[in-house]
């Protein structure tokens, strides 16, 4: 475990609770029709955190989504959509940061898939991307979202 307070999450009715041991990494905003659909709202919201602070402490999420390469998991109950497990990304799990306790404190620092972005949607994020960002380009996103969360 890490030396920060143990960051809560929940599903809407509750029934799938989770916790992490560690800060985010970086936090976002994906624009992608996708998420759009999942979310039924003009994007999702997400913070990517290592997989070893994650750990489900009450419930069974379940697999929802497309059923396709990433992995996103969903309260049975309720079908709030909780985290998903990115296709080849085994260090990382990316958790909708409104299920976190106080998500105003995870502000997106990127927005992605900017290219399918309603256009009348703003989010605040200071970084943009067309699609995903290059693999290199992670450990800078990482880099200033750690100074500008510190």
């Not at 989770?18 to 994007?43: D, I």
Request: proline share 8%; aromatic share 10%.
């Amino acid at each position: 475990m890490s030396d920060i307070a143990t960051i809560q999450g929940a599903c809407r009715c509750g029934q799938v609770t989770f916790a992490l041991s560690a800060r985010p990494v970086v936090t976002m905003a994906c624009h992608c029709v996708g998420c759009q659909k999942m979310s039924a709202s003009a994007f999702s919201l997400s913070a990517l955190f290592p997989v070893e602070s994650f750990k489900v402490t009450s419930g069974e999420p379940v697999i929802g989504g497309l059923h396709g390469e990433a992995r996103h998991y969903f309260c049975p109950h309720c079908m709030s959509r909780l985290f998903t497990r990115p296709a080849g990304v085994d260090a990382f799990i990316n958790v909708r940061s409104t299920l976190l306790d106080h998500p105003e404190q995870y502000a997106p620092l990127m927005e992605t898939w900017t290219a399918e972005k309603l256009p009348w949607v703003t989010t605040g994020a200071t970084r943009s991307f067309p699609g995903l960002p290059d693999p290199q380009d992670y450990p800078g996103l990482m880099e200033e979202y750690a100074r500008r969360s510190a």
